[in-house]
């Protein structure tokens, strides 16, 4: 029974290319969020997400940034453009068909550094 | 968005009670009261959660005020592993079901 699965756990980016971070849900679960993790700050919500549609992108920065999560394979949290202060790690959560009295699992999350 | 006050740290002794507060004044009725906690370097993890009534999970209790402005998160024998940084957080349909996490409280735990 496998948790949240983030892949790559590590990724290092030069100024300007593109980042992709994958999310695999647990089995089950049609709902994804990302949150970005700047150092030594709190969690911040980004993105909310059901197979196929964006929910809830309030958080998502209006550049550069976009995710998706098809029908079949992970969700996928995209970075174009990449700059130093992108760097911070990224989580993912997946729950069930949600309600607000069901919890979410986070993955171990990926740590991107921009150089 | 609902908010959540919690103290910025605490500190507790090994195997004692540790007993984390937060208060949510501004809480409604269908709002759920939901723990996480975040060791260092890794993903979030959720502790516990509930409406009205205390709960208990073999991680921890929640004790939830009566008239539900606050609430409060018990670990009944603290040990080092449990040092993290814990929120409170108010899950409520207003905010599309994300989790909104504020600055939490820093626990340090001492032998």
């Known amino acids: 029974n496998a948790g949240v699965m983030q892949n790559p756990r590590h990724l290092v980016r030069r100024r300007g290319q593109e980042a992709r971070l994958r999310c695999s849900p647990m089995?089950?679960?049609?709902?994804v969020y990302w949150y970005r993790q700047l150092p030594e700050e709190g969690l911040k919500f980004m993105v909310y997400l059901q197979k196929e549609n964006i929910i809830d992108e309030s958080g998502m920065p209006k550049e550069r940034f976009s995710a998706e999560f098809p029908k079949e394979g992970p969700s996928i949290l995209r970075i174009q453009q990449v700059v130093r202060g992108d760097s911070a790690a990224y989580f993912c959560a997946s729950s069930p068909p949600t309600g607000l009295n069901t919890e979410a699992f986070f993955g171990q999350g990926t740590r991107l550094t921009v150089v | 968005d609902a908010k959540t006050t919690q103290p910025n740290s605490m500190e507790s002794n090994e195997e004692e009670p540790v007993h984390l507060p937060c208060n949510h004044s501004?809480?409604?009725?269908?709002?759920?009261i939901h723990w996480y906690r975040q060791l260092p370097s890794q993903g979030p993890e959720y502790v516990i959660h509930?409406?009205?009534s205390n709960v208990n999970n073999r991680m921890a209790s929640l004790a939830i005020a009566e008239d539900r402005k606050s609430s409060t998160l018990i670990l009944h024998r603290a040990t080092l592993r449990d040092a993290a940084v814990y929120y409170c957080i108010l899950r409520a349909s207003t905010s599309g079901y994300a989790l909104n996490f504020g600055k939490g409280t820093s626990l340090l735990v001492t032998p």
């Open positions: 509930g409406l009205t």
């Open positions: 501004t809480i409604s009725g269908t709002d759920y």
């Open positions: 089995k089950g679960h049609s709902h």
